[in-house]
């Protein structure tokens, strides 16, 4: 079966340059979200698009900024990147209504600014 | 959102059944509670949810105490692909149907062989 899919799995950066994540949800899933895991840390909701348009928003620093597009694939875009913006960062999708909205992660995109 | 109170970590044998506890005192009549497990490097994977009456799927069993103050995720038989992070989580839905996770503190799970 098909899965989320994060593109790429490994992102090497320096301070202040801009990273763009993507995210590929599941076919005929109708919501992504991006989540955010630093060194030793558990996941934090950062944002989610349903129908392609922002439904929620959690610790998202104003440098980041995403967005959903007709595909429903997804994009996280992080600028002015800094130390502490190195982490894991997951995509997961779900279809609304569907068996209570699981959410089906990806491998997630390992970010490493330097 | 409801709190959590997780143990920090548990141990188990392989082959042994798992019983990993969740305190959610503070849950809403209308949140469903679902567990995720993170398997060492890897992202979070479904378990298993409910609302208020026990659960069963292929991975694991869900027992919800009746006042739903707390429940608790059984592994029937721990395998070693099972050391993993388990997260419970309840589902708050917010202002337009949203469902994020909130992940807190979760249950480290080691298996020994």
């Known amino acids: 079966a098909a899965g989320v899919i994060q593109s790429p799995r490994h992102l090497i950066k320096e301070k202040r340059e801009t990273a763009t994540l993507k995210c590929y949800p599941i076919?005929?899933?109708?919501?992504v979200y991006w989540y955010q895991q630093g060194p030793g840390q558990d996941p934090q909701f950062l944002i989610s698009?349903?129908?392609?348009?922002?439904?929620d928003k959690g610790s998202i620093p104003d440098r980041f900024s995403a967005q959903q597009f007709s595909d429903y694939h997804s994009e996280l875009n992080m600028s002015s990147l800094e130390l502490g913006d190195s982490a894991l960062y997951f995509c997961?999708?779900?279809?609304?209504?569907?068996?209570?909205?699981?959410?089906?992660f990806g491998a997630g995109t390992r970010l490493s600014v330097l | 959102d409801a709190k959590t109170t997780q143990p920090n970590s548990m141990e188990s044998n392989e082959e042994e059944p798992v019983h990993l506890p969740c305190n959610h005192s503070?849950?809403?009549?209308?949140?469903?509670i679902h567990w995720y497990r993170q398997l060492p490097s890897q992202g979070p994977e479904y378990v298993i949810h409910?609302?208020?009456s026990n659960v069963n799927n292929r991975m694991a069993s869900l027992a919800i105490a009746e006042d739903r103050k707390s429940s608790t995720l059984i592994l029937h038989r721990a395998t070693l692909r099972d050391a993993a992070v388990y997260y419970c989580?309840?589902?708050?839905?917010?202002?337009?149907?949203?469902?994020?996770?909130?992940f807190g503190k979760g249950t480290l799970l080691t298996v020994n062989p």
């Open positions: 997961a999708s779900s279809q609304r209504g569907l068996d209570k909205n699981i959410q089906y």
């Open positions: 076919p005929r899933h109708d919501t």
């Open positions: 698009f349903y129908e392609k348009m922002q439904s």
């Open positions: 503070t849950i809403s009549g209308t949140d469903y």
């Open positions: 409910g609302l208020t």
């Open positions: 989580i309840p589902l708050v839905v917010s202002g337009g149907s949203n469902y994020k996770l909130t």
